[in-house]
């Protein structure tokens, strides 16, 4: 049994660099390394929640696509920033299906449960 968990804290743009990309990989490692994992999206990372992303021209992988197959390494806790929201005139129901929405006060608690805190 692990007594260990995992929150990914995805601030960055998806297609801003290599840092989103390689956060929701070391996310699938630990995963596959039956890790609880959890992921909170926030600051640009709530770009990255945003469905039907076409980054092929990039010559990249789509981050829809890898947010979409996260249950399939049991990563289901998927949570955003409200305030991140807010300021880039976004709303949840425009965001990949099964993310909760968490005030300030929510993500703090919910850094304070994880053992491991990665801030991508």
Known sequence: MNDK???MLMRHAPYAGARATEALEAALVGAVFDLPTSLLFRDDGVWQLLPN???DALGIRTHSNLISALPQYDITNLY???ESLAARHLHQDQLTQGV????PAEQQAL???HSIVFND
């Open 53 to 55: 992303q076409q980054a």
């Open 5 to 7: 968990s995992l929150l």
């Open 111 to 113: 850094i304070a449960q």
């Open 80 to 82: 955003v920033c409200s």
């Open 100 to 103: 909760t929405l968490v005030n």
